[in-house]
Every structure is written in C-alpha cells, then in structure tokens.
T-cell receptor, first 114, second 109 residues
Framework: IAGITQAPTSQILAAGRRMTLRCTQDMRHNAMYWYRQDLGLGLRLIHYSNTAGTTGKGEVPDGYSVSRANTDDFPLTLASAVPSQTSVYFC?????????????FGPGTRLTVL | GQQVMQIPQYQHVQEGEDFTTYCNSS?????IQWYKQRPGGHPVFLIQ?????EVKKQKRLTFQFGEAKKNSSLHITATQTTDVGTYFC?????????FGAGTTVTVRA
C-alpha cells in the first residue's frame, strides 16, 4: 500500500538518551518534512528536505537533526532528548516542494521524554 | 514564519447546523491549503486555494480565499458526526507551509 510509514508508533524515553524516529515513503516524492504537534500549537515544522541529499531547517530545529541519503527515507534524530521534546511527531511528503503541493502525512510517533 | 490566526479554536455544533472557521493573516498569501485531522489520526489534505476570491466546494464543505488573499474560510453545511476533528489552514510562507493552530469541531447528535 502506497504511503508513509513511521516507526516506532510510540516511545517513552529517558532524558539524555539518543533517539531516531524513522520515516519511509514509497511514493517517490521529492520533498519530505518533519513536524511536531503540541496541543494548541498546531503543527510546527522541524526540518525539511526538498530532494535527496539536501535538508533545511524549519521553525523549531534546535535539538533535532535529519539526513536524506535517498528518496524514500528521512530519519529524525534527537541527540540528547529533553522533556520539552515530548510531542507527537509527524513525517510528511509531497511531490512538489516549496509548499506548493498536497502533503501526505504518516500516522505519527508519540514520544514521551521523562 | 507566517503568522496566521484561526478562529474559533473550538466549535461545538448541533448536528444538522452550519458553521464556519476562519483563517486570517496580516500579510498577503501566495496560496493556502486546508487539512482535516480526525481524533487520534493524522492530517489529511482537503483543498488548495490559489486565486484571489477563489471558491471551491466539496459536497457540504465550501472553501473561500479572500479577495486580498489575506484570509480564508471553511464553511460546513448540515454538520454530521463525520465532520468531527480539527481543521487546519496552512498558508504558504517562505516556500514552506505554516500551519495554523486549528479549529477543533465537536458535534452534538
């Protein structure tokens, strides 16, 4: 089934630990995105990639890093997790970059940092 | 990033009634998208508006882009329980989408 998968579905993490959230799409979309969703704040862009091999910072990039080694995968890494990074994380992709096209979202990862 | 305000934050609607949610910006927008997120789910694309004054309809949903391209609205007629969820506007800003805080809709049967 075409779409976006994310792993894990949920995770409880001790503060200070390193964590990588995985995201894979099979639609051959050029652009991919990571958002975090917190109550009352909507979706905030963390990092994005317009094409394989390139990445860019979004609205709230601090404490997060990404890589885009190929078209399909876009992992998000928390080098040293802090409680303020407790959130629901959504990965998304779109055929067109630059906010011009429909974005397809994965099911999300619920992360709790204690 | 783009500052956009969505109102109201919460909308409690009697089944069968109409309601409207608004998205307002202080600057001119190149385009705006709308998404719906069901409780416990992920955002799903509804529509994209590009032209000044544009109006698009999807069954009971009517989307409008203001003449000055600074605001947008979503009007739902004859609300059903399937309309429950959070509706986000997402204007394009700095070549990225910037999501509003959303309007969360609950429906009384």
């Amino acid at each position: 089934i075409a779409g976006i998968t994310q792993a894990p579905t949920s995770q409880i993490l001790a503060a200070g630990r390193r964590m990588t959230l995985r995201c894979t799409q099979d639609m051959r979309h050029n652009a991919m995105y990571w958002y975090r969703q917190d109550l009352g704040l909507g979706l905030r862009l963390i990092h994005y990639s317009n094409t394989a091999g390139t990445t860019g910072k979004g609205e709230v990039p601090d404490g997060y890093s990404v890589s885009r080694a190929n078209t399909d995968d876009f992992p998000l890494t928390l080098a040293s997790a802090v409680p303020s990074q407790t959130s629901v994380y959504f990965c998304a992709s779109s055929e067109r970059d630059g906010g011009r096209g429909e974005q397809f979202f994965g099911p999300g990862t619920r992360l709790t940092v204690l | 990033g783009q500052q956009v305000m969505q109102i109201p934050q919460y909308q409690h609607v009697q089944e069968g009634e109409d309601f409207t949610t608004y998205c307002n910006s202080s600057t001119t927008l190149s385009n705006i998208q709308w998404y719906k997120q069901r409780p416990g789910g992920h955002p799903v694309f509804l529509i994209q508006l590009v032209k000044s004054g544009e109006v698009k309809k999807q069954k009971r949903l009517t989307f409008q882009f203001g003449e000055a391209k600074k605001n947008s609205s979503l009007h739902i007629t004859a609300t059903q329980t399937t309309d429950v969820g959070t509706y986000f506007c997402a204007p394009r800003s700095d070549y990225k989408l910037s999501f509003g805080a959303g309007t969360t809709v609950t429906v009384r049967a």
